[in-house]
């Protein structure tokens, strides 16, 4: 296993669209989290799943934002009516239930113009 | 969870230790002191994590002191590629999220 994968590592996008990211985390583990990230600023979490069930999402997650992790593996995350303020860094995490260390994803960069 | 202080930026040379600190006053029984690294374009990467005294792995070392309100994270004989952002954390062993803070910028000069 080479760690957690995202998918693309970069999207451009117009104001208006949506936008869909994956997220593949390390096989064994069964968290999952999102967080976003902009520039200067600290990771900012938004959501996590244990298996497929979503436990927590953060007021940063407006109704524009759904995610999703169908089968307890690979997760998206999705943004309907993408706007300039949604330009960021997208991070994926992974862990172990019973674990501290958090494994990141290389991130997906969006620009929305 | 705790709310951590730490140097906004810091500068070094290659080859000596480094160290950062942070403060976390408010810090709860049964939080953790946990240290991420991030380079730019890429996600943050787990260094090390301690709840007192001192713990030391094949990266750095973490220093806590008895009353816990501050932590150390020092980093031995620094290269050019220790250049990153490091963030201080202070959270429940187990904890289904982190919050970060803006971290420390450490540039590290030839």
């Known amino acids: 296993d080479t760690g957690v994968s995202q998918d693309p590592r970069h999207k451009i996008t117009k104001r208006g669209q949506n936008v869909t990211f994956r997220c593949d985390p390390i096989s064994e583990h069964n968290r999952l989290y999102w967080y976003r990230q902009t520039l200067g600023q600290g990771p900012e979490f938004l959501t996590y799943f244990q298996n497929e069930a979503q436990l927590e999402k953060s007021r940063l997650l407006s109704d524009r934002f759904s995610a999703e992790r169908p089968k307890g593996s690979f997760s998206t995350l999705e943004i309907q009516r993408t706007e300039q303020g ?19 994803g290389p991130g997906t960069r969006l620009t929305v113009l | 969870l705790a709310k951590t202080t730490q140097p906004i930026s810091m500068d070094s040379y290659e080859g000596q230790e480094v160290n950062i600190t942070c403060s976390h006053n408010n810090i709860a029984t049964n939080d953790y002191i946990t240290w991420y690294q991030q380079f730019p374009s890429q996600g943050p990467r787990f260094i090390i994590q301690g709840y007192k005294t001192k713990v030391t792995n094949e990266v750095a070392s973490l220093f806590i002191p008895a009353d816990r309100k501050s932590s150390t994270l020092s980093l031995p004989r620094v290269s050019l590629s220790d250049t990153a952002v490091y ?11 982190i919050i970060f803070g803006k971290g420390t910028r450490l540039h590290i000069l030839p």
Do not use: R
Request: net charge negative; proline share 3%.
């Open chain 2, 87 to 97: 963030y201080c954390l202070a959270s429940p062993g187990g904890d289904d999220k």
């Open chain 1, 86 to 104: 949604d330009s960021a860094m997208y991070l994926c995490a992974s862990s172990l239930a019973t674990g501290n260390e958090q494994f990141f």
